[in-house]
């Protein structure tokens, strides 16, 4: 063996004195495992956390070229791409959720342009050509002396409905754009609906026809919204029964309160539209057969369908025996009513 120091303990018995002496030979050799033990396990523990970064940044960085490669492919005209979620929870799992739902708002609105200038090179076609002939025929008819007075106010009356679908299809981008959404405020549907019941109370009559409120003051119909778009919304829907309802036609207008919810409906007791025209109807330029023959661009209820969008309503069709339903329910406003 080594050198080992030893401890002396000295002390007093009776008339004696005791001396013992201990060799501290354990307790270095103690030492020297607890220290020999803890070097090893130092290393190993080392070398463990180096193999988990590496892991794990591997791990990470497989993630981030999957971000990476989902937003190339995206770039490169794949819309439907999505960077696939692990479900962790983490924070590059809830960075990949939200840019997925970024991508599926991106892919609905290019699929809604798509729609729309398919919808303009199909549904304008016909009144430019139309337009084309009017003015051919005035031009004819000007070379042999006659008047054209008739085409021309014809031509004009067309080129004034393009103008009008244009109108509309812009207004329908900026709804869908959101921007409106900072002039939001506490709204009293039963505000709106008193006022556009006064309005075409008066156009219905000489309609022949009759606008029932069922709505009063009481209770809170107050919902957070945009008074222009939730008044021209509503006026949309009046106008479209007031247009397609026979003589002696009733339409009414309803607010009830159902929970956290204002629910709103226009009914009519007209002709209503089929069942298979019910998810057709709110596509942009789409009119319904037997409306083709009525003056219209054909995008009132697209109108209606991106107000709702833009104040997160539920927007429904119902039969309702005879004739159409629409409602449109709304989270009510718990907040502050000032504004």
């Known amino acids: 063996g080594g050198d080992y120091a030893y401890r002396i303990y000295a002390g007093k018995v009776g008339p004696n004195r005791l001396i013992v002496g201990t060799s501290n030979e354990e307790t ?33 960085q497989r993630r981030l070229d999957a971000v990476r490669d989902t937003m190339d492919r995206v770039s490169h005209g794949a819309l ?58 005035a031009r004819l008819k000007q070379e042999q002396g006659e008047a054209v007075s008739e085409e021309l106010e014809l031509a004009g009356r067309e080129a004034d409905q393009i103008d009008q679908t244009f109108e509309a299809l812009l207004r329908i981008a900026q709804i869908e754009s959101g921007a409106r959404k900072s002039h939001f405020a506490a709204i009293n549907l039963y505000d709106v609906f008193e006022s556009l019941a006064e309005v075409y109370g008066n156009v219905a009559e000489d309609a022949g026809q009759t606008i029932v409120r069922e709505f009063s003051p009481s209770g809170t119909s107050t919902i957070f919204g945009d008074r222009e778009f939730l008044t021209q919304m509503y006026a949309n829907l009046i106008e479209n029964a007031i247009r397609h309802c026979p003589k002696g036609a009733t ?23 089929p069942r298979s025209e019910h998810d057709n109807i709110f596509r942009r330029l789409y009119r319904v057969e037997k409306s083709r023959t009525s003056p219209g661009t054909g995008l009132g209820l697209s109108l209606v369908k991106a107000i709702a969008e833009l104040h997160e309503a539920d927007l429904r069709l119902e039969d309702a025996g005879p004739g159409l339903r629409i409602k449109i329910s709304y989270p009510r406003y718990a907040g502050p009513l000032h504004g």
């Open 80 to 137: 439907s791409a999505r960077i696939p979620l692990l479900g962790q929870g983490d924070d590059l799992d809830l960075l990949s959720r939200d840019i997925n739902a970024a991508l599926e708002r991106l892919s609905a609105s290019v699929e809604s342009m798509r729609q729309v200038s398919n919808d303009i090179a199909h549904d304008l076609k016909t009144p430019l050509n139309y337009i084309k002939i009017l003015l051919e025929k």
């Open 28 to 60: 270095g050799e103690l030492v020297e495992i607890v220290t020999v033990s803890f070097g090893w396990a130092s290393i190993v523990i080392i070398a463990l956390a180096i193999a988990g970064g590496a892991f794990i940044a591997s791990r990470a």
């Open 251 to 273: 339409i009414r207008l309803r607010i009830a309160l159902g929970g956290d919810n204002v629910r709103t409906s226009v009914t009519d007791d007209g002709p209503g539209i």
